[in-house]
């Protein structure tokens, strides 16, 4: 039984997901204005959080935020359902199947066989869609593979229960109801204006703009703090935090300028497309700075990569962000 | 970043495998571009796998000194902790830490072991093996 659903290769799983879901139905949309609309372009510094004993930062929001904001600006309907046993959850899951219906699964990236044995780390922030089923395998679109594919039902159920942070508990999920006609203005302005409050006005230092700032103070003290071997690992996490998740690169922030240059063109505002063109150059500075701290984390750092060259990178990467998100504001009010 | 600067130094990905990011074309617009990897990139996550190395080592040697039981090298190997592997073997914190010795891993009933060796896929009688020395880079093929 397999669902004639069209598997569109994205950068990022959740924005991915969500862009083939509402595309199978009907709406015609790209991953990039659906992380947009979603509003999931996000930074956080969270020291206190660790993963693999390394703090947490983050360039995106919440894990299943984008899905959320996005379905209900546009007002599609959708149903959600949590699950105690594994086998309730795959029988839900069969059943919607059998319906035709592509149904969206939260996952750890662990135990998918499809996975590059490189890239097999616990993390359990992962979405992919189920659309069809042979047997006992499963068809499987994960939006982050170049072509559909193929995972047994023992490694799925392993998948989709998942433990440790953030356990997807064999989260699933689907869309009930898709309105004829979408009108994407208001749903691109209101996402806008949510990124925009997140990034300038979030109180305390650590999220947004500020937490930006309030990294690259920390960066400089690392090496004094932690010595040699330890800041190497955290600079380590920060570049897999920022490049490696499915970003698209430059921590969403290329991502995001792709949804602005779109967006220009929906609204019919050309002041967008100079502000995607100031993301893409915030995002380039993040490539840099990934760049100068690798060097570092394999000591290959030259006199001009210094710690504190990486702050200023940091510091640069906030006041070009902070700039971009006010004129943005300006440009939604 | 433009399509000409889309990175592609191979390192992390099979030859079928890529990943897509967001690059800019001659005109300036956005296209979803092919990328095969990106150096740093691969430095960070072979760093990363060198830290799983360390404690696969560490592991291996902690089982050869007595100190741990085999356990402790499939738990290193994937890269579990006590706390995520006793929830997925369904028993508590303290109950695997009391596994972990080689004493009590001696004498624990075979629909214990089955419990441990169906987490790390593996069969019972491998769950009691372990290597003598870690393969270097063994992550190539887990």
């Known amino acids: ?333 | 970043m433009k399509i000409s600067e889309v990175p592609q130094d191979q390192g992390m990905m099979t030859d079928d495998v890529h990943e897509v990011c967001y690059a800019l074309d001659k005109d300036g617009r956005y296209v979803l571009a092919a990328s095969s990897g990106w150096e740093p990139k691969n430095i960070t996550n072979d760093q990363a796998w060198e830290v799983i190395e360390k404690q696969v080592t560490k592991a291996l040697k902690d089982i050869h000194a007595g100190k741990q039981s085999p356990l402790a090298f499939h738990m290193a190997k994937n890269q579990m902790n006590i706390s995520l592997l006793s929830k997925y073997v369904r028993f508590s914190r303290w109950q695997v830490r009391r596994h972990l010795k080689p004493a009590v891993f001696k004498r624990l009933k075979p629909d214990i072991l089955e419990r441990y060796a169906d987490v790390f896929e593996i069969t019972v009688k491998q769950l009691q093996e372990y290597p003598e020395n870690i393969d270097q880079r063994f992550y190539r093929n887990l």
């Open chain 1, 1 to 333: 039984m397999k669902i004639d659903f069209k598997h569109r290769h994205s950068a990022h799983c959740e924005s991915g997901v969500s862009s083939n879901l509402l595309f199978h139905y009907g709406i015609d949309i790209s991953e990039a204005m659906a992380f947009g609309i979603g509003g999931g372009l996000f930074f956080g510094y969270l020291p206190f959080i660790k993963v693999n004993k390394l703090p947490l930062t983050t360039f995106r929001c919440e894990v299943g935020g984008i899905f959320k904001r996005l379905t209900r600006k546009i007002g599609v309907g959708v149903y959600w359902q949590k699950f105690r046993s594994p086998e309730k959850a795959m029988d839900a899951l069969d059943h919607s199947l059998e319906e035709g219906i592509p149904v969206g699964c939260r996952t750890g990236g662990y135990w998918l066989p499809y996975f590059p044995s490189a890239f097999r780390f616990h993390f359990n922030m992962h979405n992919l869609v189920v659309f069809g089923k042979e047997g006992d395998k499963y068809l499987i679109s994960d939006p982050v593979f170049p072509e559909p594919v193929v995972c047994n039902r023992k490694d799925l159920i392993k998948a989709r229960f998942a433990k440790g942070a953030l356990a997807p508990k064999g989260t699933m999920y689907y869309l009930t109801s898709v309105p004829e006609k979408v009108d994407f203005s208001p749903a691109i302005i209101k996402g806008i204006k949510e990124v925009c409050r997140r990034m300038l006005k979030t109180p305390g230092p650590i999220i947004g703009v500020r937490g930006i700032r309030f990294l690259a103070n920390q960066v400089e003290k690392w090496p004094k703090k932690f010595g040699k071997r330890k800041t190497s690992l955290y600079l380590g996490q920060l570049i897999r935090m920022q490049e490696e998740l499915g970003t698209g690169g430059g921590g969403f922030r290329f991502m995001y300028a792709a949804f602005l240059q779109e967006a220009a063109g929906i609204l019919k505002e050309n002041r967008l497309l100079d502000l995607s063109q100031k993301m893409t150059k915030a995002g380039d500075r993040w490539r840099e700075f990934a760049v100068v701290a690798s060097r570092n984390c394999k000591n290959r750092a030259s006199d001009s990569d210094s710690f504190e060259a990486m702050s200023d990178i940091l510091r640069d990467c906030a006041n070009r962000e902070a700039e971009v998100y006010k004129e943005l504001m300006a440009v939604v009010h």
